[in-house]
């Protein structure tokens, strides 16, 4: 069994949001993510998606995107991103009766004896235009963060951690809040995306405070599956 991820698959069912205006890079970016899904996971595999998954606004309108990931080989695990507006209650994203996608939820998912667990995160507090209305929603996810890692009630022997912003502070990349709930909770391993091109920059791949960190945003990987386990 092995444990891939990718982000910010952004895919567009409607056709409405093209994304190759980050860069030519994206043109068919939904045929290499596939493609290269198809080569290298197998059922017994999981994929853990970290958000901006569906550029649909209602749930109806990314039923059509969700339901592709469903039928690529493997189990997946996906969690909120910014532009998943479509993103509505546990009740109703499993009225999908989608066979092989967990929807993170402040809860978590077992994978053998691996501890899935995440939330959106937000924008850093010392990043441009915070204000006290992200203030808010960055301490709401703080909590969703805590409820999810706490959800965990047996013992595993590894925890990994799914965020779509990265948990770190704008100015010097330093760990922020997030990163401190993660500790005290002993994750492992962190995957994030939102960052497309020049915010390329700004990732973070190496281990801080014991904990290994994975930029997975689909092109910081050139679109193809990044191996974690």
């Not at 546990?90 to 004896?113: A, E, P």
């Not at 937000?122 to 709401?140: C, L, P, Y």
Request: negative net charge.
């Amino acid at each position: 069994m092995a444990i891939y991820g990718i982000g910010d698959l952004h895919l567009d069912s409607s056709g409405e949001k093209p994304m190759d205006i980050f860069g030519a890079n994206w043109i068919n970016h939904e045929e290499k993510i596939f493609y290269n899904w198809r080569e290298k996971v197998k059922d017994e595999d999981l994929v853990l998606i970290p958000g901006d998954i569906s550029w649909g606004l209602k749930l109806y309108e990314a039923y059509e995107d969700l339901k592709k990931i469903d039928e690529l080989p493997g189990l997946k695990v996906i969690s909120k991103g910014n532009h998943d507006y479509w993103w509505e209650s546990k009740k109703k994203l499993l009225s999908l009766k989608l066979r092989t996608i967990h929807f993170l939820y402040n809860d978590s998912f077992i994978y053998g004896d691996i501890a899935i667990c995440g939330t959106r995160g937000w924008a850093a507090r010392d990043s441009e235009e915070f204000d006290v209305h992200d203030e808010k929603i960055f301490n709401r996810e703080l909590n969703r963060l805590e409820l999810s890692l706490s959800s965990v009630n047996r013992e595993v022997s590894n925890k990994i951690t799914m965020l779509h912003y990265p948990p770190f502070n704008f100015q010097d990349q330093s760990p922020n809040e997030f990163v401190e709930i993660m500790k005290k909770y002993k994750v492992d391993t962190c995957v994030y995306g939102h960052l497309h091109s020049e915010g390329h920059k700004f990732a973070v791949e190496k281990i801080v405070d014991g904990i290994e960190f994975h930029c997975i945003s689909s092109d910081y990987i050139d679109f193809q599956l990044k191996r974690l386990v």
